[in-house]
């Protein structure tokens, strides 16, 4: 099992666009996928077709050790996934769990128990470094990152990977960064191409190979709550979230090969 945390503190980054269509593009592949929502927005959620405002228990009850993964999952009815599903709630439980021990590791020891039901977990983080994005680098083998190819990208990205360095020396030696991801692409601009060599540069093959383009089908997507790689297959944006999925399990496999 394969336990990834998408994260970037910045909002609007593409995140949740990442996670649910990378989720549902690994299950088109025959993976068996849990997506995690960490966000009280609960974005994620929705977009998978999970009616965020109906549900009996949610990762909220699971991080509070009020439910059990079993007791909260639900199958995501328009992808082949199943959704670990968050809410308002989870707005709660930065505060509920400051006083209580272990309370970074929750989510990783309530992962612990179904290492043999999935091969891949993707959690969906907040757009910001606390206890809740604490909790999925602590859960987590892996870092994926979507940006932005913009001025101020680069910027905000070293904060993100000193938080990663800091986890990985004190609370999980597991740690490490799977790769950049560049969204919302466009490549007729110059300063998108500029930044993107830019990372290649610094970051080298740490940069995913696949790019996702700008594109209103996984914009639109979520308002159906379907993941945007089945809303609409042949739209380039699906297309290159299909070609993700390929291209990470792919690099997992390599290290299969070379451990
Ligand atoms: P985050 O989770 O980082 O806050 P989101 O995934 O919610 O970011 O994306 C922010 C907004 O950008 C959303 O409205 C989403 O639909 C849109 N978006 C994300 N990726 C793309 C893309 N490749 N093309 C067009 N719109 C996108
Ligand atoms: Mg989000």
């Not at 974005?43 to 009850?61: I, P």
């Not at 999935?118 to 979507?146: E, K, Q, R, W």
């Not at 110059?190 to 383009?213: C, I, M, W, Y």
């Not at 709550?225 to 390599?254: C, H, S, W």
Request: glycine letters at 6%; one cysteine or more; charged letters at 20%.
């Amino acid at each position: 099992m394969h336990i990834f945390a998408i994260a970037n503190q910045k909002g609007g980054v593409g995140k949740t666009t990442t996670a649910v269509n990378l989720a549902a593009a690994l299950a088109a592949n025959g993976q068996r996928t849990l997506l995690v929502d960490l966000d009280p927005q609960g974005n994620a959620t929705m977009g998978s077709g999970v009616d965020k405002r109906s549900l009996h228990s949610s990762v909220y009850q699971v991080l509070l050790q009020l439910a059990t993964l079993e007791g909260a999952r639900i199958a995501s009815p328009s992808g082949h996934f199943d959704v670990l599903p968050a809410n308002r709630d989870l707005a709660g439980a930065e505060v509920e769990l400051v006083d209580l021990d272990r309370r970074e590791m929750r989510l990783k020891e309530a992962l612990a128990a179904h290492r043999a039901d999935y091969d891949f977990v993707l959690i969906d983080c907040p757009p910001s470094l606390s206890m809740l994005t604490l909790n999925g680098l602590c859960a987590a083998h892996g870092v994926i990152i979507p940006m932005q190819c913009e001025y101020y990208a680069l910027e905000g990205l070293s904060d993100l990977v000193n938080t990663i360095k800091k986890v990985h020396a004190n609370l999980n030696r597991e740690l490490k960064i799977i790769g950049l991801l560049r969204v919302m692409f466009d490549p007729r601009n110059t300063l998108s191409n500029q930044v993107s060599a830019q990372l290649e540069e610094h970051f080298g093959d740490k940069v995913f190979k696949t790019l996702v383009p700008r594109n209103v089908r996984l914009a639109e997507a979520p308002s159906y709550g379907i993941p945007g790689v089945l809303f609409d297959k042949a739209a380039k944006g699906a297309q290159a979230y299909l070609a993700f999925a390929v291209e990470l399990i792919a690099r997992v496999n390599t290290w299969k090969e070379n451990p």
